[in-house]
């Protein structure tokens, strides 16, 4: 094997290497398949793999050799090519890195492995989630070919760094498998035959070189034989893995996610049904949103809630059976298993505030406009459960939306006689007035089903009157629903409230009979939605509460328990009754912390954002300029400083050698070293004057030939040299080198900083001797 050949391994065996090592990759990108969905992680995965094995093949050039400038190269590929392959939104064009991009990347190398285990897939359309497969690919990819071009024992264990990214995508994919049969056969096949071909050629390493015999007929017969045994043997190990891993796959895999909680948990936060009221009293009249393209007769969904702890309905933690309190990230798609008519809605956000996004149905899709649409895609979660969505941000006035979604048909209650109520498990109630379980017994116990007992209680609250306590209503009536508020309501002759306390009502009359009921809070015209691309202005009025209840085939069905607007007066007029207590016992909405839906305080908290954001962006945008230039200078420069710390340590090592002897032979080394990383093909195994005429005929200003003669005679001769003498050898020897260096092109000069080839002719000598 020639010393001057560039890489550590003929060019035909490295190109062996590196398309094995393509092939397994290559299998790990598939692997992130079913959580990314698309084809953007295709682009990321096998550009990150070949720019890997560009980066280990580079790096493994003769001039360029060295761990220390394997990972130069590792960081200046991730920070040039990061931004297009992994971050494409945030460049120019797809392919020109921004100050975002790169900011997004470098966040993305920490954050984003847990943002993908918590974000809903698909994942393609998350920020930074492409990072995964991208990092993963490019780290595996640099190592394998490093690895598989230096080592010729040790090779198999190239192989290592792409199995690892299979079990990557594996582990931070879903249950479901991209066809693992293929893939667990070919990444066998291709890890058992190469590894197999690279120790045969390991046993020959001298190949082509020596033959038995100088025949080249013989020498042609021999490589056919070679290459049809290589095919054969990769048609096996296939084969045997194709077989060997049907019986044992897994029939449901464990991954990653499963053990990972969705980090939104809306379970300690306010119900909005606590701030319901507030919306009739001040945006009665105030436009809230203007909503175009809504199905006839369906209603916009803010929050569903499913757990009532007493005080209010809210939604169920983690920690509950349902978990309809736990959202997660999503990103331009979600997977929607529902049945029903598709529907393209637009919404414009008027008056209305808060982290709930008003949506219908269950959501396909959902892309935010404006000049906040990217801070509130980002914050977007969802739960599938329930079909309802949050934004951490906030909608504010100007805000707008489109989303896709499947919107389920709703039957009429006369359908469902006959058709079984499904079993799904709720939260049990904390707290069920007693006087509200004394009406159910009366009222909901008679019926021969589940249905029936539900069609009774639901006629009888709708009998009942309706009142949101305002100045312009007849009846009196208090806000909030809680157990007080609840038994105070049952302890009337005739149940007076609105949306709120009859939904709450209901749903807790059905936990009662067992049937499974949540309560959802929505906005949808007292004549409804009358369906077409006609823009609809939905205002504080349209707020509502209703229930839901599930039935087989069908999925959940609205109730609405609430009376008519019209049944606004009390027949017989009810005994006055001393004033109670409910308002005292009835917790007040904290100031501190309102409810989300708060109107007002939502929009002073926007408010104060809004005053602080000026003086924030001029600071920031200077913070990240700065910053960004600050980071690609220094990854520019870090070659240049590695390699240069380690001359300097050489150079230091040397001049301070405890002989003197030593301290000349050093500074010798100094001279030819420079010579060596300018490009000089120095002799090997000669003596020194050989050398010194060597580098004197190239670089004449380096003096190289007095230098070796005087270096012989402090070696060699009597006795150690005077130190003195040294102090001034050492003189000689920098101008040397600087004569070196204005004799030498600046390319050469250039090459020269970065060069890592002297460390490795020493190394060599070390070797010899």
């Known amino acids: 094997m020639s010393e001057e ?32 969905g698309g084809t953007r992680y295709l682009v990321a995965g096998i550009g990150g793999s070949l720019l890997g094995i560009a980066v280990g093949v580079v790096t493994s050039l003769r001039p360029l050799r060295g761990w220390l400038m394997t ?40 954050f984003s492995w847990k943002g993908l285990l918590t974000a809903e897939p698909p994942a393609e359309g998350f920020p930074s989630l492409l990072v995964v497969p991208f990092l993963t690919t490019l780290l595996c990819g640099t190592v394998a070919t490093v690895l598989a071009l230096r080592l010729e024992r040790g090779a198999p264990f190239a192989m290592v760094p792409p199995v690892v990214a299979l079990v990557v995508g594996i582990a931070f994919g879903t249950k479901i498998a991209f066809w693992p049969t293929a893939l667990g056969a070919v990444v066998a096949g291709v890890v058992l035959a190469w590894s197999a071909w690279r120790r045969a050629t390991w ?26 045994g290589a095919i054969a043997m990769i048609a096996a190990a296939m084969a045997v893995a194709a077989l060997v891993s049907i019986p044992i796959q897994p029939q449901s895999r464990a991954v990653l996610r499963d053990t990972v909680e969705p980090p939104i948990e809306l379970a300690e936060h306010p119900s909005p049904l606590a701030g319901f009221r507030t919306w009739h009293k001040h945006f009665e009249d105030e436009t809230l949103l203007t909503v175009s393209g809504m199905p006839a007769g369906s209603r916009l969904r803010l929050a569903t809630f499913d757990y009532y702890d007493g005080t ?44 709930w996004v008003p949506d219908v149905g269950y959501m396909q899709s959902l892309a935010f406009e404006g000049p906040r649409a990217a801070d509130l895609q980002g914050s977007l979660h969802y739960n599938g459960q329930t079909g309802t969505a949050i934004a951490l941000d ?50 909901g116990a008679s019926g021969q089903s589940s249905f029936e007992n539900l069609e009774a209680m639901l006629q009888r ?5 309706f009142s949101h306590g305002l100045e312009d209503d007849t009846i009196p009536s208090l806000a909030g629903h809680g157990a007080v508020r609840i038994q105070d309501m049952f302890d009337q002759e005739v149940l007076v409230g609105d949306d709120e306390q009859y939904a709450t009502a209901f749903a807790l009359a059905l936990s009662r009979i067992n049937v499974p009921a949540r309560v959802v809070m929505g906005l949808y015209p007292d004549d409804g939605f009358p369906g077409g691309a006609e823009p609809v202005e939905v205002t504080g009025g349209d707020m509502h509460a209703w ?6 085939g069908l999925g959940w069905v609205r109730f609405d328990p609430t009376p008519p607007e019209d049944n606004d007066q009390i027949q017989p007029e009810p005994e006055p009754k001393p ?37 924030d962006t001029s600071w920031l945008v200077w913070l990240w300029v700065a910053g960004g230039a600050l980071l690609v200078l220094l990854l520019l420069l870090l070659p240049f400083l590695v390699v240069g710390a380690l001359k300097a340590a050489r150079r230091k090592r040397r001049r301070r050698a405890a002989r003197e002897s030593d301290r000349l032979a050093g500074g010798w080394h100094e001279v030819v070293d420079e010579a060596v990383d300018l490009g000089l093909a120095v002799p090997a195994g000669v003596t020194r004057r050989e050398v010194a005429r060597a580098v004197a005929a190239r670089y004449p200003r380096s003096r190289a030939t007095d230098i070796g003669e005087f270096v012989d005679e402090g070696v060699f001769g009597p006795g150690e040299p005077d130190p003195a003498e040294v102090d001034a050898f050492w003189l000689d020897v920098e101008r040397s080198v600087q004569g070196m260096r204005s004799e030498a092109t600046r390319r050469e000069r250039v090459l020269g900083m970065l060069s890592m080839r002297s460390f490795a002719r020493r190394r060599q000598e070390r070797r010899r001797r």
């Open 5 to 36: 050949r560039m890489l550590p391994r003929p060019l035909p065996r490295a190109a062996v290497d590196c398309a094995a090592i393509l092939v397994v990759l290559l299998a790990a990108t598939l692997a992130f398949g079913p959580v990314f």
């Open 71 to 110: 990972a130069a190269g590792f960081v200046l590929a991730l920070v040039v090519f990061g931004p297009a392959l992994a971050v494409p939104r945030q460049t120019i064009g797809g392919v020109v890195p921004t100050l975002e991009g790169w900011r997004e990347l470098l966040l993305g190398v920490v």
């Open 547 to 552: 229930v839901e209840v599930p039935f087989e």
């Open 394 to 443: 906030g909608l504010a006035q100007g805000d707008a939306y489109e989303l896709q979604a499947i919107v389920p048909a709703q039957p009429d209650h006369e359908e469902l006689d006959g058709v079984p109520i499904t079993r799904v498990q709720v939260p049990e109630p904390a707290v069920v007035p007693d006087l509200l379980q004394a009406w159910v017994s009366e009222h």
């Open 203 to 228: 046993r020959t390493s001298l190949g082509d070189e020596v033959e038995v015999t100088n025949d080249s007929r013989f020498r042609v017969r021999a490589r056919k034989h070679r290459a049809r």
């Open 461 to 465: 609250l709708q009998n009942g009157s």
């Open 312 to 355: 209010v309905f809210a939604v169920a933690g983690s920690q509950q059976v349902s978990g309809s309190g736990s959202f997660a990230r999503i990103g331009d798609e979600v997977l929607v298993q529902q049945s029903g008519d598709p529907a393209t809605v637009r919404v414009e956000v008027g008056g209305y505030s808060g982290i």
């Open 579 to 615: 004033e109670p207590k409910p308002q005292v016992l009835q917790p007040p909405q904290p100031p501190e912390e309102p409810a989300e839906m708060s109107p007002d305080t939502v929009a002073d908290e926007g408010q104060e954002e809004d005053d602080e954001e000026p003086a």
